[in-house]
C-alpha cells in the first residue's frame, strides 16, 4: 500500500496521527517509569526519618 497513490489524503494523516501518538505513548513510559522511581526513594527516605 503506497500511501502517495492513496486518493485520500485523510488516510496519510490518520496514520501520521498513529505514529506520533505511538511515540508519545512510548517516551511517555519513561517519564512515568522515572517519576515512580523517584516517588518511591522519596518514600523510602520518609519511612527511615520515621524510624
Not at 6 to 11: D, I, L, V
Not at 13 to 22: A, D
Request: proline share 2%; with cysteine.
Amino acid at each position: 500500500m503506497n500511501l502517495v497513490t492513496r486518493k485520500s489524503p485523510s488516510f496519510a494523516l490518520i496514520v501520521l496521527g498513529l505514529i506520533v501518538g505511538s511515540l508519545a505513548l512510548l517516551s511517555g513510559c519513561r517519564t512515568m517509569e522515572g517519576a515512580g522511581k523517584d516517588i518511591e526513594k522519596a518514600g523510602e527516605s520518609i519511612q527511615k526519618s520515621a524510624k
